[in-house]
């Protein structure tokens, strides 16, 4: 059974950095590609980057190109999401999650494609 859990939101202020973690279990990560996504008060849920399970190739939303960096570790089956100056709307929860065709990473972030998700960690960054 797949299993995401997500871990290291909170709140900074502006221009600062957090990473956040998804720990998998049920699979590996050369197995299945992994998203973030992301939920602001009264908007929908965006994805904001993936990465592939085969070739790490990533793909990030155009409003955190060039602030967010995601990556894995294999060997702590981990997937991570750096996110440097940080604004306040990113403020969110934050989710990851494992699309239903495995190695799914391709920018479009469509939520019907993914069929495993964490419970989320909360971000707020404050002015």
């Known amino acids: 059974q797949l299993h995401l859990v997500e871990s290291g939101g909170g709140l900074v202020q502006s221009g600062g950095s957090l990473r956040l973690s998804c720990a998998v279990s049920?699979?590996?990560?050369?197995?299945?590609?992994i998203a973030w996504f992301r939920q602001s008060p009264g908007k929908e849920r965006e994805g904001v980057s993936c990465?592939?399970?085969?070739?790490?190739?990533?793909h990030y939303a155009d409003s955190v190109k060039g602030r967010f960096t995601v990556s894995k570790n294999y060997a702590k089956n981990t997937t991570y999401l750096q996110m440097n100056n940080l604004k306040p709307e990113d403020t969110a929860v934050y989710y990851c999650?494992?699309?239903?065709?495995?190695?799914?990473?391709?920018?479009?972030?469509?939520?019907?494609?993914?069929?495993?998700w964490g419970q989320g960690t909360q971000v707020t960054i404050s002015t």
């Open positions: 999650a494992a699309p239903m065709y495995r190695v799914l990473c391709n920018g479009y972030f469509r939520e019907y494609e993914y069929e495993t």
């Open positions: 049920g699979f590996t990560l050369d197995d299945y590609s």
């Open positions: 990465i592939s399970a085969t070739y790490d190739t990533t």
